[in-house]
T-cell receptor, first 112, second 112 residues
Framework: AQSVTQLDSQVPVFEEAPVELRCNYS??????LFWYVQYPNQGLQLLLK??????LVESINGFEAEFNKSQTSFHLRKPSVHISDTAEYFC??????????FGAGTRLTVKP | DAGITQSPRHKVTETGTPVTLRCHQT?????MYWYRQDPGHGLRLIHY???????DKGEVSDGYSVSRSKTEDFLLTLESATSSQTSVYFC???????????FGSGTRLTVV
């Protein structure tokens, strides 16, 4: 079985401050890991993914996530957030089958 | 998102009535998925399809049925809607090469 825990349901932060959104997963086999972002009234968009290789993965808009196998974590970080980063972020894990499991989401609010 | 559309975008229905949501894709993918999104639960898989007339249950399939008579269309039916089925429903297809999913814009269903 696999599950995903996002440790913070809400994260308020001021503009230009750093942020970390935490994600832990449980799985007995190798997994693929994802972060999705959802802006208001929209569907989820893929932000970044870890499939294999380098444990640090980056997105085009400055987010990065690090796969830590020993701690079964895949935390999302950004060194300096913008107002436009306000959204809900979902961590997800996928085995080599048709089951993508999502965390409960973290609502990031960036304040001016 | 390009290649996947959902209809309707919003629907209000009464308890006990049947409801059908439609997902249409233009990517010719074998696999299609239906999820529901609820606060505190993230996204949970309802049903998925791995080809025409080939479907299987997900994590929260009770009260839902699906049909796939054509590659491009995947229908989700609530046979007798209940208030607990008030939710936002998302359809998804695999994103080529990334092992992630592309999501539709969602259907907000309210059962009164």
């Amino acid at each position: 079985a696999q599950s995903v825990t996002q440790l913070d349901s809400q994260v308020p932060v001021f503009e230009e401050a750093p942020v970390e959104l935490r994600c832990n997963y449980s799985s007995s086999v190798s997994v693929y890991l994802f972060w999705y972002v959802q802006y208001p009234n929209q569907g989820l968009q893929l932000l970044l993914k870890y499939l294999s290789g380098s444990t640090l993965v980056e997105s085009i808009n400055g987010f990065e996530a690090e796969f830590n196998k020993s701690q079964t974590s895949f935390h999302l970080r950004k060194p300096s957030v913008h107002i436009s980063d306000t959204a809900e972020y979902f961590c997800a894990v996928r085995l080599n089958n048709n089951d993508m499991r999502f965390g409960a989401g973290t609502r990031l609010t960036v304040k001016p | 998102d390009a290649g996947i559309t959902q209809s309707p975008r919003h629907k209000v229905t009464e308890t006990g009535t049947p409801v059908t949501l439609r997902c249409h894709q233009t990517e010719n993918h074998r696999y299609m998925y239906w999820y529901r999104q609820d606060p505190g639960h993230g996204l949970r898989l309802i049903h998925y399809s791995y080809g025409v007339k080939d479907t299987d249950k997900g994590e929260v399939s009770d009260g839902y049925s699906v049909s796939r008579s054509k590659t491009e269309d995947f229908l989700l039916t609530l046979e007798s809607a209940t208030s607990s089925q008030t939710s936002v429903y998302f359809c998804a297809i695999p994103t080529g090469g990334s092992y992630g999913y592309t999501f539709g814009s969602g259907t907000r269903l309210t059962v009164v």
